[in-house]
């Protein structure tokens, strides 16, 4: 399984996007996802997360601003973010958990980054 992750681009300050992480082949659920994202010269953070359950975290930089959501039945998880900053440039990667079938293990998968640009 491959994730991919698109939606990413150019915005001015205040705008919004939408990023999706698609897997690749079918999946029977999506345990969890998260979404990091990695700005030059910087590590990787977290962002925000979900659980099947439907539990989330966000980080304390995005709260109020992204969600995060799964839809199990397009095999895809989303990030909507609003009023993007220029510090939330960075490189953006999700990150899922997932099952191939009823009673297989939980495996890990990471998608490939899309690139989000935010003008000032």
């Known amino acids: 399984v491959q994730l991919q992750a698109s939606g990413g681009g150019l915005v001015q300050a205040g705008g919004s996007l939408q990023l999706s992480c698609a897997a690749s082949?079918?999946?029977?659920?999506?345990?969890?996802m998260g979404w990091y994202r990695q700005a030059p010269g910087r590590q990787r953070e977290l962002v925000a997360a979900?659980?099947?359950?439907?539990?989330?975290n966000y980080a304390d930089f995005v709260k109020d601003r992204f969600t995060i959501s799964i839809n199990n039945a397009k095999e895809t998880g989303y990030l909507h973010m609003n009023n993007l900053q220029p510090e939330d440039t960075a490189v953006y990667y999700c990150?899922?958990?997932?099952?191939?079938?009823?009673?297989?293990?939980?495996?890990?998968?990471w998608g490939q980054g899309t690139l989000v640009t935010v003008s000032s």
């Open positions: 979900i659980v099947s359950g439907g539990a989330t």
């Open positions: 082949r079918n999946i029977f659920s999506i345990n969890y």
């Open positions: 990150n899922m958990g997932a099952r191939r079938s009823q009673m297989g293990r939980i495996a890990d998968y």
